[in-house]
């Protein structure tokens, strides 16, 4: 008599080359970058060095929300936004919001 038994498991068939990735020695921070959800490599000697500067980067300080004419209307405040409406991609839960002012 023959039995087998299994508990779990995973087939991977023609797995990506991130698949096999390893993290970089050294204490510089990692960047994956995904263009159309294919894994990007820097290649052919470019320099792909990355720098990091937080006042720079945009802050958001908070949110609130207000009902107008049966819709939500969000006010998003905090630091380092510009003054472009349309500079603005929002996604709440899932759905596209448009940015109005800025």
Do not use: H, M
Request: net charge negative; charged share 20%.
């Amino acid at each position: 008599d023959a039995w087998t038994s299994r508990d779990g498991g995973v087939k991977i068939i023609q797995p990506g080359g991130d698949f096999f990735r390893q993290p970089a020695e050294g204490s510089d921070p990692q960047i994956t970058v995904w263009v159309n959800g294919f894994l990007c490599l820097c290649a052919g000697g470019a320099d792909c060095s990355f720098s990091y500067d937080s006042s720079l980067t945009p802050t958001i300080l908070g949110v609130t929300d207000t009902l107008v004419d049966g819709s939500i209307e969000l006010t998003i405040t905090g630091t380092g936004f510009t003054t472009d409406a349309s500079d603005f991609t929002i996604d709440v839960g899932g759905r596209n919001c448009e940015a109005t002012v800025a």
